[in-house]
């Protein structure tokens, strides 16, 4: 058996080390062989191949980033795209493939699935965002790089009696400002679900100021104001249709400026909550998650993903990971608001 591996999307820590665990098992205990593809369903496509096997992959475990490298290449948006896939597979003697990826890349492996292909998915993005899996690999270290940000900008904040403003990733859901905002003790937090009341955030900073204490906001790159519109970046859009977000942190620093007459800055996270070494609760996930994928290909079981659902991995519809986006639930949120102001 011949197994190829892919990563696609956006970067996240932790995709060695399900590389690294989908590798050494399949060699181990399966004997298999295994052929990298690089940079996303780019790979495939046009035949960019890289050789893995144990000795490719000693090190791994605490690496960031991926080496087989990344794309947010969609074939189903390129003239005989899937045929050519198909015709790489084949040439490259590859059996089964294991795509590793969040909504894009699994949703092109669903379909790829359904048109004969032999997949199995691996749930991976920081924004946790993945429907199916209680936690993506990635969101751990992502939230932990912006909960240290977030200690360190309450001592500034207080020394200078400034509002600070953290935006963090999350798209269309609030997973990484949720929990980072929780565990930072932020003001409050504002995520891409609950459209905001700016009246109600400049309430909040007031009442903090009250108290002697700097307020520190914790934003999603996706939050919306009401009355508003979600702030892009500029008009392109990628392969898969998304704008580049970025920019509510700062039209809300200029608006709490305006309205309460304190000062106000913005820290923007950005990219800093994808890079380095993923925590040990995300190294031990994608081990696990990369164990589990390749016992699947080993089953026969294609069409699948492997989820989290509790303490246990189990496998699930590929379909299902991406039929929804898993967005923050308001009665999660309810619990944090006991902390705003
Ligand atoms: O998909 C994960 C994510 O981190 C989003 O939260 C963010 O909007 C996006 O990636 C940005 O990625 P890039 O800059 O690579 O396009």
Redesign the pocket.
């Known amino acids: 058996m011949r197994v190829g591996v892919l990563t696609g999307?956006?970067?996240?820590p932790g995709l060695n080390a399900v590389i690294r665990a989908i590798v050494r098992k399949g060699v181990k205990e399966y004997g298999y062989e295994f052929i990298g593809f690089k940079d996303g369903w780019k790979g495939p496509l046009e035949g960019l191949t890289i050789p893995l096997d144990v000795s490719t992959t000693r090190g791994l475990l605490p690496r960031g980033g991926t080496i087989l490298g990344s794309s947010?290449t969609n074939p189903f948006k390129i003239e005989g795209g899937v045929e050519k896939i198909k015709a790489n597979l084949a040439a490259q003697g590859v059996d089964a493939l294991i795509a590793i990826g969040?909504?894009?890349t699994l949703g092109v492996a669903t379909k790829l699935h359904s048109l004969g292909v032999n997949v199995v998915g691996v749930p991976k993005?920081?924004?946790n965002d993945l429907n199916n899996t209680d936690y993506t690999f990635g969101f751990d270290t992502?939230v932990n790089i912006a909960v240290e940000a977030i200690d360190r900008l309450h001592t500034t904040a207080e020394s200078h009696h400034r509002t600070l403003i953290v935006e963090v990733?999350?798209?269309h859901a609030g997973w990484?400002a949720l929990h980072a905002g929780l565990a930072g003790g932020a003001t409050c937090i504002l995520i891409p679900e609950l459209p905001f009341s700016i009246e109600k955030v400049c309430a909040y900073v007031e009442a903090r100021y009250q108290t002697n204490y700097a307020p520190i906001i914790v934003i999603a790159?996706?939050a919306v104001p009401q009355d508003g519109d979600m702030i892009t970046k500029d008009a392109t859009l990628?392969s898969f249709g998304?704008v580049?977000?970025?920019g509510i942190g700062e039209w809300l620093a200029q608006e709490i400026e305006r309205r309460t007459g304190k000062e106000a800055r913005t820290s923007v996270l950005?990219?800093i909550?994808?890079g380095g070494t993923p925590t040990a609760f995300d190294r031990v996930l994608a081990t696990r998650f990369g164990l589990h994928a390749i016992t699947a290909v080993h089953d026969g079981d294609f069409g699948k993903m492997v989820a989290l659902h509790g303490t246990q991995i189990e496998r699930v519809l590929l379909s299902t990971a991406t039929e929804k986006l898993k967005v923050v639930d308001p009665a999660l949120y309810a619990e944090a608001e006991i902390f705003f102001g």
């Open positions: 999307g956006g970067d996240c947010r969040g909504e894009d993005t920081i924004d992502a990733m999350g798209r990484i790159e996706g990628d998304h580049k977000l970025s950005g990219h909550q994808r």
